[in-house]
């Protein structure tokens, strides 16, 4: 199972005050930790070390502040990052952008879909992955636009966000199943499951809220498109 994430925070690669993450602090590899000048530059040495640095990722200094508030979801649901490996993270845009993904313009947002949906689409493909979770209506928007496909939404009384003097911000729950990717054939069905809160952004999701995502979540690895 993967959890899936739009693109990487640029804090992967740098501190909160811009300052490059380097030796012990170094979540990935990067040209200068490679000693590469370019990428056109790197050998099948170097390709090795990056796909170590993301296998080995969640046992070398993760950037918890994120995930660590998708780990307690995915916990209740019977799977983690850390403990068992049972889950791994994907996003659709392998590129980190200095600038929030929220405030690129559309030109910017639509030239790194473009260029990534392959990659995402051949990772997949290659990966023992059967299910993925889309993390927040933004994902569920970009995913679809990526996949060329329309999820089916139902909403979710039990995910309800509370607010004060309203019924609440909604939840709704978003199923479907692809079997390609921009022209890629995954060789197999992959399920899909997401949600419309983005945990670590959305005001106000609550403990009750988390808990109830994170058994859907379980249940729909097990059993999708049944969404209580």
């Not at 060329?148 to 309203?166: F, H, I, N």
Request: hydrophobic fraction near 40%.
């Amino acid at each position: 199972m993967a959890t899936v994430g739009i693109n990487p925070s640029n804090r992967e690669f740098v501190d909160a005050r811009g300052g490059v993450l380097r030796r012990a602090e170094q979540r990935l590899a990067t040209l200068e930790s490679l000693k590469l000048s370019y990428w056109s530059d790197a050998t099948g040495a170097s390709i090795r070390e990056v796909i170590d640095s993301c296998e080995r990722y969640f046992e070398r200094n993760p950037y918890r502040q994120w995930f660590d508030v998708l780990e307690r979801m995915l916990k209740v649901g019977g799977y983690s990052y850390y403990s068992g490996a049972r889950a791994c993270h994907l996003d659709l845009v392998a590129l980190a952008t200095r600038d929030k993904w929220g405030a690129l313009d559309r030109d910017a947002q639509q030239s790194l879909i473009i260029s990534g949906r392959r990659a995402m689409a051949e990772t997949i493909r290659d990966a023992p992955i059967e299910v993925l979770v889309l993390n927040g209506r933004s994902v569920v928007n970009v995913f679809e636009k990526v996949c060329d496909t329309k999820l089916t939404a139902r909403e979710v009384s039990a995910w309800t966000l509370p607010r004060a003097g309203s019924k609440g911000v909604a939840g709704v729950a978003y199923t479907g199943t692809i079997a390609s990717i921009a022209g890629v054939d995954l060789d197999r069905a992959v399920k899909v499951f997401g949600y419309n809160h983005n945990l670590q952004s959305s005001f106000g999701v609550t403990t009750n809220v988390m808990r109830r995502i994170g058994e859907q979540v379980g249940a729909a690895v097990a059993s999708p498109n049944k969404t209580r």
